[in-house]
């Protein structure tokens, strides 16, 4: 995948808020490009890994480009301290095309199928046969 004009490996997280680009990505970005976009900005919003208690060390935050195929899509980046790699979000990863939710969900609504098939549960009255 290409972000910000670099190829750049990134895993998928479907379960995260934000992406995350690794202060190792960042500077390889910077010093392969000169577009604007790779200048660092603050960020005052604390980022927690998966039932962390204490928030990942952000240095800053980036808009990047980022293609994948024939999709692309801008969208912000929490820069973070080190080399664990770069992680994309849900929202992010769905806007690529990289993931898709399907719900398959069948609803049978016809009571007298059901009854019919199972006959000797719904006729009578009293405690079920053979049971103590």
Known sequence: MVIGGVVLKA??????SVNIMDSASFNRLRK???APSTSLRESSTPVFGYNAKA???VIGEIKAR???GNAQV?????V???SAGNLLSFGTSSELRLIEIT??????NNTDDMIASYDDLFNGIGKVKNDT
């Open 74 to 78: 801008t969208t912000k980046f929490s």
């Open 103 to 108: 719900n398959n969900v069948s609803v049978t």
């Open 80 to 82: 973070v301290e080190g």
């Open 66 to 68: 980022v293609s994948v």
């Open 11 to 16: 895993g998928i997280d479907s379960q995260a």
């Open 32 to 34: 392969e490009t000169s």
């Open 55 to 57: 928030p990942l060390p």
